[in-house]
């Protein structure tokens, strides 16, 4: 799937751009899991920019097309069982074609209902949750970290997940 973060600015910013290293944020945070998959409770989250597109917004692409080095950091509640045909996906940076073909690719929420059906995980969150992973250029995670992650954390352990699958786009 062709990606290109840097779409929408001139040329010259967008060479600047990718000629710019960036040292990551350390550490990185990892859990391990410490209990059975057949007792695990998995909650999905992407960063495809889907959504539901009869009863939600897409993402601010508007917005983003105007201010390059912005990014919608708002996410999207995709409950597991609206019509598949129905989701969207909401993203200047990546080709949606085959995302669109099968929402599985990014959101798997009928794959992990086959695996929990089969008993091979405890079960999947009825909500999955898709961002719209691309946040300005350089990026700008705040919004994320203080306020949007954290709600869909407290959503998450609401249903009561006890690991989490993200599929970054």
């Known amino acids: 799937m062709p990606v290109d973060s840097f779409a929408f600015l001139p040329r010259l910013i967008s060479t600047f751009y990718q000629s710019v290293e960036r040292e990551p944020e350390l550490p990185i945070p990892w859990t391990p899991v410490t209990r059975p998959l057949a007792q695990t409770i998995f909650g999905l989250i992407t960063s495809a920019g889907l959504y539901h597109a009869p009863t939600q917004p897409p993402f601010d692409m508007e917005r983003e097309q105007a201010e390059p080095t912005w990014g919608d950091p708002t996410f999207r509640a995709i409950?597991?069982?609206?019509?598949?045909?129905?989701?969207?996906?909401?993203?200047?940076?990546?080709?949606t074609t085959d995302l669109l073909a099968d929402i599985n690719i990014q959101l798997p929420l009928d794959r992990f209902r086959e695996l929990a059906e089969a008993g091979e995980i405890g079960g999947v969150a009825r909500v999955g949750y898709s961002f719209m992973?691309?946040?300005?250029?350089?990026?700008?995670?705040?919004?994320?970290?203080n306020e949007y992650g954290p709600q869909v954390a407290g959503l998450l352990k609401a249903e009561g997940v006890t690991a989490v699958l993200l599929t970054p786009a």
């Open 79 to 95: 409950p597991g069982d609206v019509p598949r045909q129905e989701i969207a996906a909401s993203h200047l940076h990546l080709n």
């Open 133 to 145: 992973g691309y946040q300005g250029y350089p990026p700008d995670a705040a919004a994320w970290q």
